[in-house]
């Protein structure tokens, strides 16, 4: 699986910004997989954003976008988008796509997560 993300750039803060990302794969999407968006600032681990389960849809957002960020399948073949509204300067982070495979891990560990985009920056200017 590939994955390809794409949306980044600068924003005021206050603005909204839409990051797509892309899944290019000979098989399918599993409906048990998991898509999720995480995000690293500089100097900073790599923390989790928001993620959804490919099939039921269900979504699960961290504390610090809640409300704000909206992650939900894109109009294209297996692409997931993170529509980012309200957008603070504590934004600002290299966004990375995710797919998590197998079952009973935790979506918010980027250690679980089998296949990685090659991330998109996201600056949020004050």
């Known amino acids: 699986v590939q994955l390809q993300a794409s949306g980044g750039g600068l924003v005021q803060a206050g603005g909204s910004l839409k990051l797509s990302c892309i899944a290019s794969t000979s098989g399918r999407i599993y409906s048990s997989w998991i898509m999720g968006w995480f995000r690293q600032a500089p100097g900073k681990e790599r923390e989790f954003v928001a993620a959804?389960?490919?099939?039921?849809?269900?979504?699960y957002y961290s504390d610090s976008v809640k409300g704000r960020f909206t992650i939900a399948k894109d109009n294209g073949y297996n692409t997931i988008a993170l529509t980012m509204s309200s957008l603070k300067p504590e934004d600002t982070a290299v966004y990375y796509c995710?797919?998590?495979?197998?079952?009973?891990?935790?979506?918010?560990?980027?250690?679980?997560?089998?296949?990685w985009g090659q991330g998109t920056l996201v600056t949020v200017s004050s």
């Open positions: 995710g797919i998590l495979r197998a079952t009973g891990l935790g979506w918010e560990s980027s250690r679980n997560y089998d296949y």
């Open positions: 959804m389960r490919w099939g039921p849809g269900t979504t």
